[in-house]
């Protein structure tokens, strides 16, 4: 069923000239048990730049939670998953419908925060749609519910010295070590210039061009 469904669900274009709304949704697990751990760092991420965005102000959309800054033209909504990350298609398909069917002004685009093992701390990379999961499970998941039609900036936490799964599960449940945290910090002025850029239509519509239809 859930192929099914994700075949249905063709690349985001251009519609007529509309706007395009960024959708800027981060995965990991939940802060009540997972805060500040490397897995979670799309999540801080995203807390960062609300504040630098001043998304202080909560819309609920078919009973899904957005931030954004009512003050400006609404070009960007915030969303937070709430459920482990190799769950994270659910939430963020229903989120992601929800603002489709909320809006006929602007050209919806989901942008997802998540974290990368094989992009050093300090660094992040910008990825077009239909681009492959690398075996991120989060990724995964979004793509057995809803297909590949998103952007995702990920965000470098490194990887540990052994391969084994033991020793990378426990990497990336580890708290982000304060040393990390400040590199990773000097790289959201550039994350932002990168919105800047996608709410004007940059990298948001392209497509992998490995992907085959």
């Not at 609300?50 to 800054?69: G, L, R």
């Not at 989060?138 to 998103?150: C, D, E, T, V, W």
Request: one cysteine or more; a positive charge.
């Amino acid at each position: 069923m859930l192929r099914s469904v994700a075949r249905q669900l063709h690349t985001i274009s251009v519609d007529n000239g509309k706007p395009p709304l960024l959708i800027l949704a981060s995965i990991g697990n939940p802060e009540s048990s997972f805060k500040g751990t490397r897995h979670s760092i799309g999540h801080y991420i995203l807390n960062r730049l609300k504040h630098i965005y001043q998304a202080d102000e909560q819309v609920t959309i078919d009973k899904n939670k957005f931030h954004c800054n009512r003050r400006e033209q609404p070009q960007m909504l915030f969303y937070q998953s709430n459920s482990l990350m190799n769950l994270s298609g659910k939430p963020i398909s229903k989120a992601f419908k929800s603002v489709h069917k909320w809006t006929d002004e602007y050209n919806p685009v989901l942008v997802i925060l998540h974290d990368e093992l094989d992009c050093p701390v300090g660094k992040f990379k910008t990825r077009r749609q239909m681009s492959s999961h690398r075996g991120h499970n989060g990724l995964r998941s979004i793509n057995q519910h809803m297909g590949g039609g998103f952007t995702t900036i990920s965000i470098g936490i490194d990887r540990p010295e052994s391969k084994s799964s033991s020793a990378v599960a426990n990497y990336v449940l580890a708290k982000v070590p304060p040393h990390d945290l400040d590199r990773i910090d000097r790289t959201i002025p550039s994350i932002q210039k990168t919105l800047e850029d996608m709410k004007l239509g940059k990298f948001i519509f392209d497509t992998n061009p490995n992907y085959k239809g």
